[in-house]
């Protein structure tokens, strides 16, 4: 749900900013909890073909993911860190959705994938 939301949101900026190629989104798990449930690098990824700041990528991303209904709908928050990273963290609401497709599917379910995104 979130990964594909936010690869969308990152093709329609790309589009509209002209950008002929952007890295892979990539949503993971932060090795440190305090950095929310998933953490992305792509703004220092996407620095070279924008030439601007990671930071100022990260700042504008995060706007244009938390303008989206949907992705806001997912997140309590979105915050920028360090020189770029942005670090999500899962509304209760998201939680809810998940628990009851994981109800939905019983013996079915698979274990989360530590990555969520890649393009």
Same mark, same amino acid.
């Given at each position: 749900?979130?990964?594909? +939301?936010?690869?969308?949101?990152?093709?329609? /900026?790309?589009?509209?900013?002209? /950008?002929?190629?952007?890295?892979?989104?990539?949503?993971?798990?932060?090795?440190? *909890? %305090?950095?929310?449930?998933?953490?992305? @690098?792509?703004?220092? =990824?996407?620095?070279?073909?924008?030439?601007?700041?990671?930071?100022?990528?990260?700042?504008?991303? +995060?706007? +244009?993911? $938390?303008?989206? @209904?949907?992705? !806001?709908?997912?997140?309590? =928050?979105? *915050?920028?860190?360090?020189?770029?990273?942005?670090?999500?963290? $899962? !509304?209760?609401?998201?939680? !809810? %959705?998940?628990?009851?497709?994981? $109800?939905? =599917?019983?013996?079915?379910?698979?274990?989360?994938?530590?990555? $969520?995104?890649?393009?």
């Amino acid at each position: 749900m979130l990964a594909e +939301r936010v690869e969308k949101v990152v093709a329609e /900026w790309a589009a509209v900013e002209g /950008w002929e190629t952007a890295p892979a989104c990539e949503l993971a798990r932060p090795a440190e *909890e %305090a950095h929310g449930d998933y953490a992305t @690098p792509l703004c220092l =990824q996407m620095a070279r073909v924008a030439k601007r700041s990671p930071r100022a990528l990260a700042e504008e991303l +995060r706007e +244009r993911l $938390l303008a989206d @209904p949907e992705i !806001s709908g997912l997140v309590d =928050q979105i *915050e920028v860190a360090g020189p770029g990273f942005l670090n999500f963290t $899962l !509304s209760g609401e998201a939680y !809810s %959705a998940v628990m009851s497709r994981m $109800l939905d =599917q019983g013996d079915d379910v698979a274990p989360a994938p530590r990555t $969520l995104c890649r393009g």
